[in-house]
C-alpha cells in the first residue's frame, strides 16, 4: 500500500460527501424525530451494525465511517461535522447546524481533530443538557454537565481555536506498525512472562496504603477486626518491586504499605 502525501489534500464536507456518496437526502433538522428514524432505517439497510443507544450521533458517525472515511486513503480532512456530534466546537458561520471543525484522516484513521472553540456560555450549557442526556440513556462517549466551565465561560472566552495530534497513531505510519500497542509507550496489556507467580499464589488480604510519615495505627479500618501481619506486608513489597521493576522502588519510598488479615470471629 502507498499513501501519497502530495498537497493539496482533498476536503470533505460531512454531511454533503455523505449524501453525495450514499445518494440520498439527510433530513434537517438533525436533532428532529424524522431525521433519527430516517438515520436508524438507512443503517438497518446497509447491515452497519451501530452499538446501544442508537443516538443521531452514533448514527451518523456510522455511515460517515461507511461512505466517507473509505475515501480517505490519502491525507483527507473531513470538515464541518455537526453540531450535535461536537458538543465543544463553535457553531459555523454560514452553515446552519455544523459547526466549524475539521479531522485530519490519513489511511482510513483519524490522524488530528481540530476545532473553534465555542465561547457562548448559553449554547455550552444547552449542548452540555443533550450530552447528559445521551449519557443517561447508556451512551458512555457523551459528555457530563459541567456547570464550573459553563460559569467560567460567562466571565469572557476570547475567539479560540485548537488542534489535537494523535502520536501513536503518527508513529504507527512512521514505524510501518500494523498495532497501536506496538507503538504505546505503556501498553494497557503486558506480555506473558512464564516466570511470574501466579495471581492465586498470592496471599489474599487487606492492603492499606499510608502517605508517608502518617501512623499506621489510627488509619487501620475500624469496621473490620484487622491484625498486622508483617510476613506478608514484605511478600507484598516484594511483589511490587516484581510487578513495577525499578519504578517499585520509588513507589515504596513515597508510600508504607502495610498488610493485614482478618481475625476469626
Not at 457530563?144 to 460559569?151: A, G, N, R, S
Not at 499464589?201 to 502517605?211: E, G, K, N, W, Y
Request: some cysteine; aromatic content about 8%; proline content about 9%.
Amino acid at each position: 500500500m502507498e499513501i501519497d502525501f502530495q498537497p493539496p489534500w482533498p476536503r470533505y464536507s460531512y454531511i454533503e460527501e455523505l449524501e453525495k456518496q450514499g445518494g440520498f437526502k439527510v433530513p434537517m433538522p438533525l436533532e428532529s424525530d424524522e431525521c433519527h428514524a430516517f438515520l436508524e432505517a438507512k443503517c438497518k439497510e446497509l447491515d452497519i451494525e451501530v452499538t446501544p443507544p442508537h443516538t443521531t450521533p452514533r448514527l451518523l458517525d456510522k455511515l460517515v465511517e461507511h461512505f466517507v472515511e473509505r475515501l480517505c486513503l490519502n491525507p483527507s480532512f473531513i470538515c464541518d461535522q455537526p453540531a450535535i456530534c461536537s458538543p465543544l466546537a463553535k457553531y459555523h458561520r454560514s452553515k446552519p447546524g455544523m459547526c466549524e471543525r475539521f479531522e485530519l484522516f490519513v489511511n482510513y484513521t483519524e490522524l488530528a481533530n481540530a476545532y473553534t472553540e465555542l465561547n457562548n456560555p448559553i449554547v455550552q450549557r444547552e449542548r452540555f443538557m443533550q450530552q447528559a442526556k445521551d449519557k443517561s440513556n447508556g451512551d458512555e462517549e457523551a459528555q457530563c454537565l459541567d456547570e464550573d466551565f459553563c460559569v467560567a465561560m460567562e466571565h469572557g472566552l476570547p475567539p479560540t481555536g485548537g488542534w489535537g495530534l494523535g502520536v501513536d497513531r503518527l508513529t504507527m505510519f512512521l514505524t510501518d506498525s500494523n498495532n497501536i500497542k506496538e507503538v504505546l509507550l505503556f501498553p494497557a496489556m503486558k506480555p506473558v512472562d512464564d516466570n511470574k507467580p501466579e495471581a492465586s499464589a498470592l496471599p489474599v488480604c487487606f492492603i492499606s496504603h499510608f502517605p508517608s510519615g502518617s501512623s499506621s495505627g489510627s488509619d487501620t479500618p475500624s469496621s473490620l477486626p484487622l491484625q498486622r501481619d508483617e510476613e506478608r506486608t514484605e511478600k507484598h513489597r516484594q511483589h511490587v518491586l516484581h510487578e513495577c521493576g525499578s519504578s517499585g522502588t520509588n513507589l515504596l519510598h513515597r508510600s508504607h504499605f502495610s498488610v493485614y488479615r482478618t481475625l476469626p470471629n
